[in-house]
């Protein structure tokens, strides 16, 4: 899609400007009912546009995300835009710069349209915990987009923004993408810089697009990666362009099958469709074979307990007193000299969001004296026999194949009584983030429910930095499944 705009752009069938305001007007007309964005940046958006148009009058080269409408979660920094997380404790916050994700996609030439809706502080699988509003599923308006990234899914999926960045911290990328029936990617640990991005658990989070394709993703993962002085886990960039990678052909390419992901716990829908990818890949030539990851098992409840720690202490910072909401209801619970005290408890009770406090609250728990070594400490010491687990599986694999999520899109309010049933969303995802490798969904088949066709994605996860093989892989799929409509 990208490419074609771009020629289009280039051939003068159409302008940037123009291009612009049909993308704004659609927002105008359908996202009143979806709910994808929180903030539209209409005037910034046409100023962008002419600037890219007074390029090709002057008959200069434009790159190929120059004039493209885009969207970004609203838990990255834009300066002088309102970023909120979709939190109260943050909703007159304006951003002082821009993340670094963010300005290199602004220096490509990128069109921003606005900032997308997630679950507050990207805590949450479904966008119903923000703080404004839900986010609904253009295939389905009852059903949820999935989240945090519900917000930037729907607004690809519903043709509201060409792509999309959204974060991921245990699936918030993958698994709305696969609700949505999109391309989502997450790149190794490192390899986009976090500058700029609303911390939630600062050695899980990564920057990633969503798209219509996997080229598009890849394109926009060519522009946004790479090192940046401002964060020191971000990798060296080698120059690579992820797009050139994309030839279609996977003969000889091994694909491991974890078993420990194909319990009788299943969805036999899910199995069936996921059982039918895995065919196909074997008909493009790709060797096929089950492979374990023991300590696979034990992946949801390290990562919820590590997740929640980094919560608590990113969090800390969100006071009532530096930035953001700040309120004092007039309770005299503390003595005159605690006010400060005061100040800080009403902020973080009337500004956070029942999630964000649960979550916060088993962090501290898990953090506290008397309960570290037997929690934290331990969760630690099972995420690096996870990470060994898929060290061992590289050496005699690829890729590593997998459902996306454990079912189709969830209709509203199916989960929200019970947090337990909302975390085991992250089934599948949450072992990428805790190991650090990159993973993508890409849609692998559909399975009908109450009378429609709900999409599935199926998730590749690849070596440390090689996004190249695990793209070349979901996009001769994609290739596939094109030829077959």
């Not at 939630?200 to 697009?209: E, K, T, V």
Request: glycine letters at 10%.
């Amino acid at each position: 899609m990208i490419r074609s705009i771009h020629e289009q752009l280039k051939n003068g069938e159409v302008t940037a400007t123009g291009l612009a305001e049909a993308y704004l007007s659609r927002i105008a007309e359908r996202d009143g009912e979806l709910g994808a964005y929180l903030t539209v940046l209409g005037e910034q958006a046409l100023a962008s546009a002419r600037i890219v148009d007074g390029k090709i009058a002057r008959g200069e080269d434009i790159g190929l995300l120059e004039g493209i409408p885009c969207a970004i979660k609203d838990n990255m920094c834009r300066t002088g835009t309102r970023t909120t997380a979709g939190s109260k404790i943050l909703d007159g916050y304006i951003a002082p710069y821009d993340a670094t994700a963010v300005s290199r996609l602004l220096e490509a030439g990128s069109v921003v349209l606005g900032k997308t809706n997630l679950d507050e502080f990207a805590m949450g699988s479904s966008t119903e915990s923000s703080a404004y509003r839900q986010t609904r599923n253009p295939i389905d308006p009852e059903r949820v987009p999935g989240g945090s990234s519900g917000g930037s899914a729907a607004a690809v999926a519903a043709d509201l923004a060409v792509f999309a960045l959204g974060s991921d911290t245990g699936g918030s990328i993958r698994q709305p993408a696969s609700f949505c029936g999109v391309v989502g990617l997450k790149p190794t640990y490192g390899r986009v810089s976090r500058y700029g991005l609303i911390a939630m658990a600062s050695s899980l989070d990564q920057i990633g697009p969503f798209a219509k394709s996997v080229e598009d993703a890849a394109i926009v993962l060519s522009e946004i990666y790479g090192y940046d002085p401002a964060d020191v886990t971000t990798a060296e960039s080698d120059g690579k362009r992820f797009e050139d990678f994309l030839s279609g052909d996977i003969r000889g390419l091994r694909i491991g099958i974890p078993k420990e992901y194909l319990s009788e716990d299943l969805d036999p829908r899910v199995r069936s469709v996921f059982e039918t990818a895995v065919e196909r890949f074997r008909s493009l030539g790709a060797e096929v074979r089950e492979i374990s990851l023991p300590h696979a098992k034990y992946a949801l409840p390290v990562y919820y307990i590590i997740m929640p720690s980094e919560v608590s202490s990113n969090l800390a910072r969100f006071d009532g007193i530096r930035y953001g909401m700040s309120v004092d209801d007039g309770s005299d619970r503390f003595k005159e000299s605690d006010s400060l005290l005061e100040t800080y408890l009403d902020s973080r009770a009337y500004g956070f969001g029942p999630e964000v406090k649960r979550r916060v609250m088993l962090g501290t728990y898990a953090l506290s004296a008397g309960y570290y070594d037997a929690y934290y400490k331990k969760a630690q010491r099972v995420r690096s026999l996870i990470r060994r687990d898929f060290s061992e599986a590289f050496r005699d694999v690829d890729l590593v194949f997998s459902p996306t999520s454990p079912e189709p899109a969830f209709r509203f309010g199916a989960k929200g009584d019970d947090p337990l049933k909302m975390y085991l969303s992250d089934v599948y995802t949450v072992t990428a983030n805790l190991a650090g490798i990159p993973a993508v969904s890409f849609p692998m088949g559909t399975v009908t429910e109450d009378g429609k066709e709900l999409p599935l994605g199926g998730q590749l996860m690849a070596k440390w930095f090689d996004e190249e093989t695990m793209l070349r892989a979901a996009d001769a799929y994609e290739r596939a499944s094109a030829g077959e409509r």
